[in-house]
């Protein structure tokens, strides 16, 4: 007799439901949208999808290979890193970010090779830690 009676009971609170319940679980989906990129005039631009963010922007050459600077950003919009190409080639000054917006590192590429003077620095000062001196190997003394 409990038995009948438990079931009863459970038949009449799902008969009763609204169904606030499912609307709910349904309201919280969240919609996942992919990361997408735009190409205009020889600049490209990439955005987190998550967000509508600009991911990353830099020039082309016509043959699409990077050309001039190009700047990586954080979700929330902050500088992660600005990086020089020539012809799709790191050449030029580059500077990389913590997420904290302090510099990490920043140097030199020519040819795609790290040259001259990189800084390192430390996260929570930002103070410089450390220094390589890695020369310049096309030059001759």
Not at 44 to 49: D, I, P
Not at 61 to 71: L, S
Not at 76 to 87: A, F, L, M
Request: aromatic share 14%; with cysteine.
């Amino acid at each position: 007799m409990k038995h009948i009676i438990w079931m009863a009971c459970i038949f009449l609170m799902a008969a009763c439901s609204t169904g606030e319940d499912e609307q709910l679980l349904t309201e919280k989906k969240v919609e996942f949208k992919e990361d997408y990129v735009l190409e205009e005039d020889g600049i490209h631009r990439e955005f987190y999808g998550s967000n509508d963010q600009l991911k990353v922007e830099g020039g082309n050459t016509p043959q699409g290979k990077r050309n001039g600077v190009w700047t990586h950003y954080f979700p929330d919009g902050k500088p992660q890193s600005v990086v020089e190409y020539k012809n799709g080639i790191k050449d030029g000054f580059t500077i990389v970010y913590h997420a904290n917006g302090s510099i990490y590192y920043s140097g030199e590429y020519r040819n795609d090779e790290m040259v001259g003077t990189w800084s390192y620095y430390d996260v929570q000062t930002g103070k410089k830690s450390q220094v390589k001196e890695l020369g310049y190997p096309d030059k001759k003394k």
